[in-house]
């Protein structure tokens, strides 16, 4: 059981490319989500999706895209990638509903941007 | 105000020790919460879950304090293998799934 698996687990990009965080899970979540932390500031929800084609914006969505296919991939886009975007990026996923579920991160991709 | 509040610590203790942490939370339709564990450069890992009762995980102990909007994780015996951040983290209102983190409270036992 792989869970929730992310690549590449480290990237360096010069100001302006773009790019693909890549993230799959294989427990059959619908829910799943993106996240940044960066020093001092937490975990902040990047976007999210409750299921294959719906996503929405979280807390920092400038400069993302995302898009859910399938409900195993949930890729992450950078646009145009600037000094700001420095980060680790996690994707996660649980299951949805009213009873509060576990959330699993995969093992992040440290971004640098220079 | 921040949604999560936490102290960032760090908090140094001896093995052996006992240390609580405090949370605090501003939205008072909050349903769910929970505390994670994060390992340095590594991913963050559900460490237990906190019921309106309390609840006990060995030697970690959560409190939910729905009046005064605060949670607490204490941690009995310190090892020197809890060393690590913890996050508080808080699940919205029913008609949410997202999940709130607090920034985190670093913990460093000592031998």
């Known amino acids: 059981n792989a869970g929730v698996t992310q690549t590449p687990k480290f990237q360096v990009l010069k100001t302006g490319q773009s790019m693909t965080l890549q993230c799959a899970q294989d427990m059959n979540h619908e829910y799943m989500s993106w996240y940044r932390q960066d020093p001092g500031m937490g975990l902040r929800l990047i976007h999210y999706s409750v299921g294959a084609g719906i996503t929405d914006q979280g807390e920092v969505p400038n400069g993302y895209n995302v898009s859910r296919s399938t409900t195993e991939d949930f890729p992450l886009r950078l646009l145009s990638a600037a000094p700001s975007q420095t980060s680790v990026y996690f994707c996660?996923?649980?299951?949805?509903?009213?009873?509060?579920?576990?959330?699993?991160f995969g093992p992040g991709t440290r971004l640098t941007v220079t | 105000r921040k949604e999560v509040e936490q102290d960032p610590g760090p908090f140094n203790v001896p093995e052996g020790a006992t240390v609580a942490f405090n949370c605090t939370y501003s939205?008072?339709?909050?349903?769910?919460f929970f505390w994670y564990r994060q390992d340095c450069r590594k991913e963050p890992k559900l460490l237990m879950s906190?019921?309106?009762s309390g609840n006990e995980d060995g030697r970690f102990t959560a409190q939910l304090n729905r009046a005064s909007q605060y949670i607490s994780l204490l941690i009995r015996d310190s090892k020197l293998s809890d060393s690590a951040t913890y996050l508080c983290?808080?699940?919205?209102?029913?008609?949410?799934?997202?999940?709130?983190f607090g920034t985190g409270t670093r913990l460093q036992v000592f031998p």
């Open positions: 983290v808080v699940k919205g209102t029913y008609n949410t799934d997202k999940l709130i």
């Open positions: 996660a996923s649980r299951r949805t509903g009213l009873l509060s579920y576990e959330q699993y």
């Open positions: 939205n008072s339709a909050s349903q769910s």
């Open positions: 906190v019921y309106s």
